[in-house]
């Protein structure tokens, strides 16, 4: 198996911009399984995007004191979830993740482990894109400890080329999945935009800072200016 600073996740930005509920276990396996998908072979019918999961893989790059029982129920939660591809105006596409999931549990965390299948709106989204992906390095993520933190990072290493990024307010709220929650814009920041920042600083191998912007008195986006940890005396 390679090892975790070679363990690259690669996804068309359809993926990164959507809408969807996941906890950070459910996140981190859904992370894991992509990517072992080759982002370089154009998805075929005839042969689905499956993966293998160990428990004792699991426990190398998560830690857990009950690898197996994280590794199952994530799988289980992820079966049935679903994501809601950025709506255009009168138009919402929703799709799931998986088509199946085989468990198949041992004595031993070598060999527990699991079977799944990406679904085929997902597998398109996956491989054989020529343009409009990102791509991010599981060791940076796997030390975060929230999903608004790691849907933070994927959203702003779309613009990893530029080392910044804007998004419309709605559309943060879409991406981290908080559309009917934290309505006023100050509590969205209390709440989910400021502790991500404080976690992707702390914790991963970005370092950034963001900015209000404004039409007049009223927060209508966010400006995220970032480096890599190693760059951050620039600011």
């Known amino acids: 198996m390679p090892t975790a600073d070679k ?69 289980d939660k992820l079966l049935e979830r679903c994501l809601t591809l950025h709506p255009k105006t009168g138009h919402t596409k929703k799709i799931t993740w998986f088509e199946s999931c085989d468990y198949h549990e041992a004595g031993t965390d070598e060999q527990a482990h699991v079977f799944m299948e990406f679904g085929r709106n997902v597998q398109i989204r996956l491989a054989g894109m020529l343009e409009q992906f990102t791509t991010i390095d599981l060791l940076a993520v796997s030390e975060l400890s929230s999903t608004h933190a790691v849907r933070l990072y994927e959203l702003i290493m779309q613009f990893k080329s530029t080392g910044y990024r804007t998004i419309a307010v709605e559309d ?45 008195v009223r927060i209508t986006g966010f400006k995220f200016t970032f480096r890599t940890q190693e760059q951050k005396q620039l600011f």
Request: net charge positive; hydrophobic share 40%.
């Open 7 to 75: 363990i690259k996740v690669t996804q068309d930005n359809q993926l990164i911009e959507a809408c969807y509920s996941m906890t950070l276990n459910e996140k981190r396996l859904l992370l894991l399984g992509i990517s072992k998908i080759n982002p370089m072979v154009f998805p075929d019918k005839s042969k689905p995007f499956r993966f293998k999961i160990t428990a004792a893989e699991w426990a190398e790059h998560f830690g857990n004191d009950n690898p197996w029982r994280s590794l199952k129920r994530s799988a």
């Open 172 to 216: 943060f709220r879409l991406a981290m999945d908080v559309v009917n929650t934290n309505k006023g814009t100050k509590e969205l920041k209390r709440a989910v935009l400021n502790p991500a920042v404080k976690q992707v600083n702390e914790k991963s191998d970005l370092f950034c800072i963001v900015a209000d912007i404004k039409e007049g």
